[in-house]
């Protein structure tokens, strides 16, 4: 899943970006309200983690004119947390609002529940016939037994789940499973299928 960070403060910017990719997201960067609409227009994110306050057009300017273009799920991140601010975000489109200072297990799983519900899946577990897909812990059951299965491995397959029923080609692959620096668009899908079928082979 892919996902772009606006977040004006360097140190909090680097380590939002850090942890979520440690989390396996494909994380886009972004410091300014300038820059933000750009990447938000042109690529196709899972999600938005909108900071308020920035220099320039603010958090609130971006949501608003995103809102006419797109339908990106946002979270918005800020320290302002008085009522009329988070009625504000939410009328103005926010799908989400988060006040720092924030615990990350709380941002992570609102993340979770936001790429669920846009894809139109409430439960946290994904079911295909026999197999279990637990995005809270991403790991993956068949039959109610474990499969080892690598993070890319993983990634490409909650992508193809919670999209269960429609095409979903190669580009749009890329387009939710690598961020903007990374350099392995030649063989990212390129996974060995014997390998990644023996995952799921009965014994």
């Known amino acids: 899943m892919r996902i772009l960070v606006v977040e004006c403060e360097p140190r909090l910017q680097q380590s939002l970006a850090k942890a979520l990719r440690e989390e396996n997201y494909a994380v886009d960067t972004a410091d300014n309200g300038e820059e933000a609409l750009y990447k938000a227009e042109s690529s196709e994110y899972n999600v938005i983690i909108l900071d308020v306050m920035m220099p320039g057009i603010d958090g609130w300017q971006v949501l608003d004119r995103l809102r006419q273009r797109k339908r990106t799920p946002v979270l918005m991140l800020t320290a302002r947390d008085a009522t009329p601010d988070r009625v504000r975000g939410l009328d103005l489109g926010a799908d989400d609002y988060l006040v720092k200072p924030f ?6 799983a609102r993340l979770r ?8 899946h409430a439960a946290p577990v994904l079911h295909l016939d026999d197999i279990a897909i637990d995005t809270r812990s991403r790991t993956v059951t068949v039959a109610g037994k474990s499969v080892s299965m690598t993070a890319r491995e993983y990634r490409i397959l909650e992508c193809l789940a919670l999209h269960r029923g429609n095409v979903v080609s190669r580009t749009e692959l890329y387009e939710h499973l690598v961020d903007e620096n990374d350099d392995t668009l030649s ?3 390129d996974v060995p299928s014997s390998q990644f079928a023996r995952s799921f082979a009965p014994d």
């Open 187 to 189: 063989n990212l899908l």
């Open 113 to 120: 529940s936001l790429i669920r519900r846009t894809a139109g």
């Open 103 to 108: 615990d990350l297990s709380e941002l992570l």
